[in-house]
């Protein structure tokens, strides 16, 4: 019977056309190596092909030009002739064809096509596809990256070939599914991945002839966990525990030995995830790089302390909101890893190999300075502004070279640091770190600016005299005043009136005529730069009496709505004072600052904002052009 009714279901000839069809996605991705099969030469010898040998022929030369449509043109001409029907050489011609070009959208597709064809076939001249067939196709699955949804796609071809008892998959086969898991961005792509991988296992376990899991299967695996950031923490760190089990049980399997790669993707994945559950991730990497040192004598790298150092760089500031001890003791343990970084850095041992480029392991030192400064910064603790001090000293004087300078961040968390602290002279400390900071970073200053009025602000913890508290006023208004005179670009924001103003209410009498004028010069200048924000309102309303805040601002809440605008009764602040402020309420229209410090949305922008929604295109097409403009 010929091969052309021996597709007689529906399946059978969908995959025939689609071996036939000419694929517009093909030609948008041979990037002109495609040619036209209908050009003068090929027609001719198409139209004087008689034997399948020479329709082979043809086929070969359109893939030796990587002709898709041709090959299968000329494969559609021959199903469709009784006396050339495609035999064992045609299927092996476009099989190695399509799964030597897997890059190639379609192609991982129509050999799957072909090996289904194969396996349904009636004629006796047609061999059952064999498993290294089989294997080529899963491997062109695996590597076929522009087509949609390949990894669920070479998923779905494994489980084919489980579900075939004629079928017997191996550990290759099980390597072409994962690593398709692993090049994929599908969602759930390490749960697909892991879950195989332990298939594999438990197979090894059934079976002591069954090929093991690889060394690179478990480092693309544990690599894929340390890059998601969003749940199940201890993913990465079972699949290590495994490892060392396996190889407990197989010690002469040596192919399976966690090394130094998987322990450290193991802690880049701690350090990953502390964003989402950073006192878990802190205490899980400070456990590993220990036992790592105690117990495997795997020796940790630099990279392997830089992810410690990051994971307990966050913990601290999660564990400050309830135990500031305990806060302190993760940015110290940070403070010590650091330690052992620079003498690994002394001695000249860094790398895996044990050397490594000295600008690079610099770069990566300098970063953990900045995490350890972050650290006490965050931890909010009375002894975290010597300790930061101590921090920054080391990167200045000890570990670079004379003209290297501590990078804006790590000056703005050194300022930071001293703001929980009881160290009488800390706002001088604070002010000297500035002052280097407005010397060398013009552009930057602005964070440091206000991180300096914050320490400002609690200089009450020290001394509770009113000498200090002024003079601690009097230094945080001459440092914005030294940012606003700078010409380089950096200038306050509206976080610095903010604290400005906090300031004046936290370091000067209450009800004192000085405090209502100092107050009344912030909110001055707040409203001449443009910065009113409703904190800075709210603020302002809160700490003063009606007879101040009129005098202050010029009208009170519940006044006659003026010409500035307004609605029920409530008078707003005009729009030019917050000019360089995003105001926006709940629901995303512009808002307006109410008296009150509240926002509140003028029936002018209400109006507005319906009518940009009347206007747009997609509206209107929405409505289907019910609705006349």
Not at 194 to 200: A, H, P, V
Request: aromatic content about 6%; charged content about 25%; hydrophobic content about 35%.
């Amino acid at each position: 019977m010929p091969l052309s009714h021996s597709f007689t279901s529906p399946f059978e000839k969908t995959q025939l056309r689609l071996l036939s069809s000419d694929s517009t996605t093909d030609n948008n991705t041979n990037d002109g190596f495609m040619k036209d099969y209908s050009d003068d030469n090929m027609a001719e010898q198409l139209a004087n092909a008689e034997t399948t040998s020479d329709f082979n022929e043809l086929i070969l030369a359109h893939t030796e030009n990587k002709n898709t449509h041709g090959a299968s043109a000329v494969f559609y001409k021959m199903c469709l002739d009784d006396k050339t029907q495609p035999n064992v050489e045609t299927y092996s011609i476009l099989l190695d064809y399509y799964t030597g070009h897997p890059k190639m959208r379609g192609h991982a597709a129509r050999a799957q096509s072909l090996l289904s064809g194969m396996s349904s076939s009636s004629t006796s001249s047609l061999a059952t596809p064999s498993l290294s067939q089989y294997k080529k196709v899963l491997k062109c699955w695996s590597e076929a990256l522009n087509d949609h949804l390949f990894a669920s796609r070479t998923h779905d071809f494994f489980l084919k070939m489980l579900d075939d008892e004629t079928i017997g998959v191996d550990g290759e086969c099980y390597r072409h599914v994962i690593t398709a898991w692993c090049r994929s961005k599908e969602t759930g792509r390490a749960f697909k991945a892991t879950s195989l991988l332990f298939e594999m296992e438990d197979e090894r376990s059934a079976r002591s002839s069954a090929a093991p899991p690889t060394m690179d299967l478990y480092r693309s695996v544990l690599e894929l966990w340390s890059t998601e950031e969003k749940s199940h923490i201890n993913k990465a760190p079972s699949i290590l525990e495994r490892m060392e089990t396996l190889h407990k049980r197989e010690p002469t399997t040596s192919a399976i030995k966690p090394d130094l790669s998987c322990y450290k993707l193991v802690l880049k994945a701690w350090a990953s995830n502390s964003a989402v559950n950073p006192a878990s991730a802190g205490h899980g990497a400070r456990s590993l790089i220990r036992r790592m040192t105690r117990v495997t004598l795997v020796p940790p790298d630099a990279e392997c302390y830089a992810a410690v150092i990051l994971a307990l760089s966050r913990a601290a500031s999660v564990v400050a909101e309830n135990r500031e001890g305990a806060a302190l003791a993760r940015a110290v343990e940070a403070d010590e890893f650091l330690s052992v970084m620079e003498d690994m850095r002394r001695k000249g041992i860094t790398g895996e190999e044990g050397e490594e480029k000295e600008e690079d392991h610099g770069e990566l030192l300098r970063d953990c300075f900045c995490n350890v400064l972050r650290a006490y910064a965050g931890c909010r603790h009375p002894d975290a502004g010597t300790k930061a001090k101590q921090v920054l000293d080391r990167f200045t004087k000890v570990h670079f070279e004379k003209d290297t300078q501590p990078n804006a961040e790590m000056i703005t968390l050194a300022i930071t640091a001293w703001v929980p602290s009881s160290e009488p002279l800390k706002v001088d400390h604070a002010a000297d770190l500035l002052r280097s900071m407005l010397e060398t970073y013009h552009n930057e200053s602005t964070t440091a600016c206000n991180a300096f009025i914050n320490v400002c602000i609690h200089a009450t913890t020290t001394r509770d005299h009113h000498d200090v508290k002024r003079e601690a006023l009097l230094k945080a208004i001459r440092a914005v005043h030294n940012l606003k005179s700078s010409s380089h670009g950096a200038k306050p924001d509206y976080l610095t009136y903010r604290l400005l103003l906090t300031a004046c209410i936290k370091l000067l009498p209450p009800q004192s005529p000085e405090r209502t004028r100092a107050m009344q010069n912030v909110f001055k200048n707040a409203c001449r730069d443009g910065l009113v924000d409703h904190e800075l309102v709210k603020l302002l309303y809160k700490n003063t009496s009606l007879e101040t805040y009129r005098k202050i601002v010029g009208a009170l809440p519940g006044d006659a709505a003026s010409a500035t605008g307004g609605s029920s009764g409530m008078t707003t602040l005009p729009k030019r004072w917050s000019r360089n402020v995003h105001v926006k309420s709940v629901d995303g229209i512009w808002a307006t600052i109410a008296m009150d410090g509240k926002l509140v949305v003028t029936e002018k922008e209400r109006d507005s904002r319906m009518k940009g929604l009347r206007s747009k295109r997609n509206q209107k097409l929405l409505r289907g052009g019910r609705v006349k403009y």
